[in-house]
């Protein structure tokens, strides 16, 4: 009798341990973006533009002026390149008033746009203007972080969204480090 009692208990317990796996886990949102698995090169000599892209997020090149989209879930990043015939705003004032122009546009398309943050930076060593808001895109609320700078006769807009309960999260991972990434240089043609 002593050697069936281990037996027993070593049963129960196994059938215990069974048990706990009748739970059901939840399935992943699909619709969070996940943490890159790295980032990769990636080089966009017609558009001038070169950056680290998030490993494991789609990656499409749409055309002109679109050069770039990278997305997973919520998330997305989107570089657009607008040649410009006017001079670039390169001034403390300039790129105030670019600012400024910046704002309004985003407002006429959004009376309801929250500004989170705005200022003059610099994106690979150029002037640039960045802008942090809350506004609707497609019907739902994106916090989108789009940020302008003016090199090499364009306008290079680099702009960053993802649902709001994830893009603090998300940009600390992927959208910061993206934008660090960047270099701007004079487009080539192709061949």
């Given at each position: 009798m002593r050697r069936t009692l281990p037996l027993l208990l070593l049963l129960a317990v196994a059938a215990l341990a069974a048990g706990c796996g009748a739970q059901r886990?939840?399935?992943?949102?699909?619709s969070r973006p996940g943490a890159p698995f790295g980032f990769e090169p990636v080089d966009l000599e017609e558009a001038g533009v070169a950056l680290g892209a998030p490993r494991g997020w789609d990656y499409s090149e749409p055309g002109a002026p679109h050069v770039v989209s990278i997305s997973t879930g919520t998330g997305v990043i989107s570089v657009w390149r607008?040649?410009?015939?006017?001079?670039?705003?390169?001034?403390?004032?300039?790129l105030e008033a670019a600012l400024e122009n910046l704002l309004a546009a985003a407002r006429a398309r959004d009376?309801?746009?929250?500004?989170?943050?705005e200022g003059i930076v610099e994106l690979d060593g150029r002037p640039a203007v960045a802008l942090t808001v809350s506004t609707e895109i497609a019907g739902r609320r994106r916090t989108v972080q789009s940020v302008h700078a003016y090199a090499f006769g364009a306008e290079v807009v680099v702009d960053a969204y993802a649902g709001p309960r994830d893009f603090f999260r998300v940009n600390e991972q992927t959208f910061l480090p993206v934008l660090d990434s960047i270099e701007?240089?004079?487009?080539?043609?192709?061949?």
């Open positions: 886990t939840p399935a992943p949102d699909a607008y040649p410009r015939s006017e001079p670039l705003p390169s001034t403390p004032d300039q009376p309801d746009l929250l500004v989170l943050d701007l240089s004079e487009p080539e043609p192709r061949a």
